[in-house]
T-cell receptor, first 108, second 114 residues
Framework: EDQVTQSPEALRLQEGESSSLNCSYT??????LFWYRQDPGKGPEFLFT???AGEEKEKERLKATLTKKESFLHITAPKPEDSATYLC?????????FGKGTKLTVNP | GAGVSQSPRYKVAKRGQDVALRCDPI?????LFWYQQALGQGPEFLTY????????KSGLPSDRFFAERPEGSVSTLKIQRTQQEDSAVYLC????????????FGPGTRLLVL
């Protein structure tokens, strides 16, 4: 069965304290791994798509990497506005299978 | 350009009522998806359209749930005889087959069944 597991469930950082979020997956024939950001009361906002092991994508303070079993979302020198829930999903046929997310809080 | 829009943003229904949730996808996007998100969980797939064809409805939880996209643009998710367990946020997403399959989400409709 295809599964996506995110860890930790919640993470508190001080402003400027870099860290990583983990997304491990079990899926046959990965066709894409997606990272989204979700703010309270809003829909998920697309961040990155990764397709093959070794691929990396960057956007501002965020960098996503992919291996054969997991993906990492690295956050460098986070700011309070980076506080949100970060969702990981894998593409199965045409639908996305999501993890439960990591709730990130960055304190000033 | 305009993103995915959904209406209403909030809906309170009495148990047993029928509800209809609307989704306006990004213009030109051929694929449209509905997801259900419970509190503290990731979105879960409900159904998928390519143009007007409903290609996958494997995630619809019961025959009380019905979705349509008759002209290949706007879609409606209908829930008949609502139950308390239907309370959730219903998210719509659209994608263009030329954009690496990224799905772009609307703000969601928060449904509360009393």
């Amino acid at each position: 069965e295809d599964q996506v597991t995110q860890s930790p469930e919640a993470l508190r950082l001080q402003e400027g304290e870099s860290s990583s979020l983990n997304c491990s997956y079990t899926v046959s024939g990965l066709r894409g791994l997606f990272w989204y950001r979700q703010d309270p009361g809003k829909g998920p906002e697309f961040l990155f798509t990764l397709y093959s092991a070794g691929e990396e994508k960057e956007k501002e303070r965020l960098k996503a990497t992919l291996t054969k079993k997991e993906s990492f979302l690295h956050i460098t020198a986070p700011k309070p506005e980076d506080s949100a829930t970060y969702l990981c999903a894998v593409l199965k046929v045409e639908k996305l299978v999501f993890g439960k997310g990591t709730k990130l809080t960055v304190n000033p | 350009g305009a993103g995915v829009s959904q209406s209403p943003r909030y809906k309170v229904a009495k148990r047993g009522q029928d509800v209809a949730l609307r989704c306006d996808p990004i213009s030109g996007h051929v694929s449209l998806f509905w997801y259900q998100q419970a509190l503290g969980q990731g979105p879960e797939f409900l159904t998928y359209f390519q143009n007007e064809a409903q290609l996958d409805k494997s995630g619809l939880p019961s025959d009380r749930f019905f979705a349509e996209r008759p002209e290949g643009s706007v879609s409606t998710l209908k829930i008949q005889r609502t139950q308390q367990e239907d309370s959730a946020v219903y998210l719509c997403a659209s994608s263009s087959t030329t954009m690496g399959r990224a799905q772009y989400f609307g703000p969601g409709t928060r449904l509360l069944v009393l």
